[in-house]
């Protein structure tokens, strides 16, 4: 099979690589050789090994009928949208590792392919090596997904985890995760959830089989945790990780967030630490399925990637392919009637009062301690009711100021 | 798609609950229905709302050219091995849960599968609802499998747990385990690990790409794991587990064994407990990948053989199939080369000389100690070498009579 790849950048040279290098590997599964054709990038090449094959007009690879799978891997909306479609409404596969492409036209790709008889594939594109789209499509697929929890974004664990096991201030731990090459120079992406929304997303879609769109999801990110809240939860032998996380609710709505939580450390999610990343699956047959592994790098994601082109080999022209419905308004539920019990850390004049007023408004909490606390300082979990109803009880105390609250998972 | 349940025991008797309980899932994952029209088993189901549908003759069904999947949930090699032969002869797709048939004979029904242009299928034999046999298959392809290292059998995983965490004897573990439905009246084929030997010959054929038998494959199970060993292991931050494990060798050979390792608690794999089965597996692109879930129970591998036959009826014809080639023999290394370190318990009359001996014999030991040892016990773990080497200095050693070996993971 002779494919064209669509950027050149990171995880499309761990592509052309893993392709060029690994030809038995291609024979042994796919039953034929695979071959880069063509590399689509604007960029200068002309003294790469690669420049033989570098071509700057996308009509070379459209056009070419030898050309049956097409790889993009230039990241963003457009022009990945359009370049994408254009290769489905020609018959091509497209297999992609551009997350935000996913989660915001998957829809019309799905159209596109389907209408053309094409497979449109995006495996890399929700925490990289990890197999949790074909599993959530195919292995699981005798399951209603009751829930899902994931750490789905690598970087925000790293700078946790730096918070956590080292009691590194969050600007610190952020700092060395741009040393590494993990956090990008604007972080805004990674700590504010906004990649972990988009793959929270894709998943939902998947689990639930509608498109869910990112502005839909309540998304927090990290920045507001702070080492205080770090030592609060391992007194009561949690850690603090950020989630996304869904459920089917009982009225057929979807629950969907993205935030930090507090983590049990029994919990096999919680002993997830670094980099790394994972997806906890609740099926009603299957029970609970965890996945772990690299959610990012230029070499996990590119063999997600050709791993797809692999499939798109062995299946050829006649399978039906998969995919979710088109979006509905109003399936996400408001995740202020979601049910959790909330950490909630603040400030009173008079600690003693405020507690005793605490516990009575809450109707009972468990008070938390850490060392060398100030004096003004109180932290306590609630028990479990509705977001909503904790949060007005919260806002009609009077002599305590919040500071800081956090999901308990 | 019209499909045949050959034999009624307890995932049988699942896969037809979900296969008429949930076409709403069949309906959008295969995008039609599909319906258990024959279900073959020699008990007497005529009280059964099944009866219409039982049959006793299997001719029944390779007559039938409605039935193009069939499902072997009938265990053992005879007489599934032959009806399945003669599904696949007459161009029908099997899937099956049986993993002593697919230990045994994958060989033989693959070919029978390719020649016929029909699919063999077996992600429910290793390790129930955890989607091992995909991931390996299609996910990793385009990865060279480094190595890989599993919990596959979730009674002796139970059992090791209770020894470790609530100090219990191996044989009131197992008498629990098998209270609760865990461990088979004749635990043989778990507990001496043979359950876990035909799992990991599996993963080993798909990772290594030749069909491996479990009688290549040196293999001990846990009947010898005392709660000493257990208590010098968490001394020194271990955990006692079963684990099957492969490699590829620098040779080109592969290496694979099934014993109880000593594997570091930091590690996610030493968190898995009680029923709960985890292969880890290290692929040469995508590093550390780990998946985990219930590893044996009805549901759970019902759910996993639903998901192989609706693969089927999504899949059609002309996919090309995965398999693995033919044995090969010599292909798995003698076990005695693998470079190990090992844990070694033992007595000695004189305990102080005896170390003194050891220490010198193995060029330096990491002694431990555990509360209320005897006197004249002695447990240590040895620098890596060669198990042959190891075990030849130990043989030499005049003063100590070792008792319990272990190798460290």
């Known amino acids: 099979m002779k494919i064209a790849v669509m950027g050149c950048g990171t995880v499309g040279s761990g592509v052309v690589d893993i392709i060029d290098n690994k030809s038995d590997l291609m024979i042994r599964s796919a039953n034929e050789n695979i071959e880069v054709k063509y590399i689509l990038d604007i960029r200068d090449f002309s003294d790469s090994p690669l420049a033989s094959r ?8 459209l056009n070419d009928d030898e050309i049956e799978t097409v790889v993009e891997t230039m990241g963003g909306v457009e022009p990945a949208f359009t370049f994408c479609k254009k290769c489905l409404e020609k018959g091509k596969n497209v297999v992609t590792s551009n997350k935000a492409l996913v989660a915001a036209k998957a829809e019309e790709l799905f159209d596109a392919a ?9 495996e890399a594109a929700v925490c990289g090596g990890i197999p949790v789209i074909r599993t959530l499509f195919s292995a699981l697929s005798a399951n209603n997904i009751l829930s899902f929890a994931g750490i789905l974004n690598g970087t925000t664990n790293f700078i946790l985890t730096k918070m956590i096991n080292e009691k590194m ?5 952020l700092k060395i995760a741009q040393d590494k090459g993990y956090a990008e120079k604007d972080p805004t992406a990674d700590v504010e959830g906004l990649d972990a929304g988009r793959k929270t997303c894709i998943l939902a879609s998947i689990a639930y089989g509608h498109h869910v769109y990112p502005e839909e999801i309540h998304t927090e990110g990290i920045k507001a945790i702070t080492l205080e809240d770090a030592a609060y939860a391992a007194s009561k032998g949690y850690k603090i990780k950020l989630l996304g996380k869904a459920d089917k609710r009982n009225d057929g709505k979807i629950g969907a967030i993205v935030c930090p939580f507090f983590v049990n450390e029994t919990s096999m999610i919680s002993g997830v630490n670094g980099v790394y990343n994972a997806i906890s699956v609740k099926g009603d047959s299957v029970g609970d399925v965890l ?3 690299q959610g990012a790098g230029k070499e996990a994601t590119a063999s997600a990637v050709v791993g797809d082109v692999m499939e798109c080999a062995r299946l050829k022209k006649n399978e039906k392919h998969y995919y979710w419905d088109k979006h509905e308004d109003g399936i996400i539920e408001d995740y202020m009637l979601y049910e959790t019990a909330l950490y909630i850390r603040g400030y009173a004049k ?5 507690i005793i007023n605490i516990r009575e408004a809450f109707g009972g909490v468990s008070v938390l301690s850490r060392e060398d606390a100030p004096e003004n300082e109180i932290a306590f979990i609630t028990s479990k009711a509705t977001e909503k109803e904790l949060r007005e009880t919260l806002s009609e105390l009077k002599d305590f100021a919040p500071a800081s609250i956090i999901r308990i998972l």
């Open 54 to 61: 570098i071509v700057k007009d996308i009509d070379v690879i």
């Open 114 to 122: 389907r209408n053309n008889n094409a497979a449109f594939m995006f």
């Open 169 to 173: 201030s969050f600007d610190t731990a």
């Open 291 to 293: 996945l772990y592994g």
């Open 350 to 354: 008079n600690a003693k009062n405020s």
